[in-house]
């Protein structure tokens, strides 16, 4: 008689022990990933030019010195630095054949964002762009109503999303974050392409306050190769701005609307309200909903024993940032840029 066993003379096997996580960059984003990674019992580690004893102190994380130690010491990196510097560690990480989890945008341009599409099939890795939106409920459920026919053929898209900008300086620096339409808009770029496909040109107009440079709107109309058209509008306001995103769909069979304003689902009294007011920013109020953060970590790392696909995979980050990169080349023409 013969039996299975995790364990060999090596000792035990991979799938006895917990996925090992290194984190790289320990600003604010990567406290939004940490929930992901403690529900799948991770064992975590990070690396940051600043604030990494400090990251370790709250998540249990035990810190490295230098990236090349953290990539020995670990299965799966989570790339949570600024923008600038995600090339260079995603591309550190397939070196080191490591599986890949990257903040949006993958990279501040399309051809590096494509280059990292090529680096990570030439070391058979996985490159998980993490698009975050897809995986709020409310967009979820948008895209299963219009796979499955519920608003008809799709005509016109509209979503806007509007907050302050982030409080870490580099954010307000166009060169270093693509400005308000590659950090933020993005996510709705992303969204009218999960749900209208491919687009076939590219139009933009931006207004940036006089008094404060900080505080902007930009409008993005992308004209998709199916005839629908989608418009996407989003805002910087002054400190304090309150988070709210809304979308409306319209087909000929029917139009879905929401709005996150208009349709909080709960009430809050004044001292939840105190509660959520002292909150990173990143992420409105979800306590009563599945954290969209952890559901992408989750799935990522599903996806990673099983082999299956995820909802957004590397093709999308790269078309988001193509697309956002389109956008940010009809502010500077003021021309309608083909795609």
Avoid: N
């Avoid at 190769?225 to 409306?248: D, K, L, M, N, V």
Wanted: charged fraction near 20%; proline fraction near 5%.
């Amino acid at each position: 008689m013969t039996t299975s066993s995790t364990t060999d003379a090596a000792g035990p096997s991979q799938a006895a022990r917990p996925l090992r996580v290194g984190i790289v960059g320990t600003g604010g984003i990567s406290r939004a990933h940490l929930p992901g990674w403690k529900e799948l019992g991770a064992e975590l580690h990070c690396f940051s030019l600043s604030g990494a004893e400090e990251f370790a102190a709250e998540s249990g994380a035990r810190v490295h010195g230098t990236l090349d130690e953290l990539l020995g010491a670990v299965d799966v990196v989570d790339v949570c630095t600024p923008t600038p510097a995600h090339p260079e560690v995603v591309r550190a990480a397939l070196d080191a054949e490591k599986d890949v989890v990257c903040e949006k945008p993958l990279a501040l341009t399309a051809e590096e964002s494509r280059d990292l599409a090529e680096h990570a099939e030439r070391a058979g890795r996985r490159l998980f762009p993490a698009h975050v939106v897809r995986y709020f409920p409310q967009y979820a459920a948008a895209k299963r109503a219009v796979d499955t026919g519920a608003v008809g053929e799709l005509a016109v898209l509209r979503f806007e999303r509007t907050g302050s900008l982030p409080d870490r300086s580099w954010y307000g620096d166009d060169e270093l974050s693509g400005g308000i339409v590659m950090d933020q808009m993005i996510h709705d770029i992303d969204q009218a392409l999960w749900m209208a496909g491919p687009v076939s040109s590219v139009y933009a107009q931006q207004s940036i306050a006089g008094s404060d440079t900080t505080v902007r709107t930009a409008h993005v109309v992308l004209t998709h190769r199916s005839g629908a058209i989608s418009h996407c509008r989003g805002f910087w306001g002054p400190a304090g701005t309150q988070f709210r995103y809304t979308f409306e769909l319209a087909g000929d069979g029917g139009l879905l609307q929401y709005d996150s304003a208009g349709d909080p689902g709960i009430v809050f009294d004044e001292v939840a309200s105190a509660r959520q007011s002292s909150g990173d920013g990143f992420l409105p109020d979800v306590s009563t909903l599945r954290d969209p953060y952890a559901a992408e970590i989750v799935e990522f790392a599903a996806a990673l024993r099983t082999g299956a696909p995820t909802r957004v995979d590397t093709a999308d980050g790269v078309l988001a940032v193509e697309v956002s990169r389109a956008a940010l080349e009809s502010l500077r023409t003021g021309r309608s840029i083909a795609c």
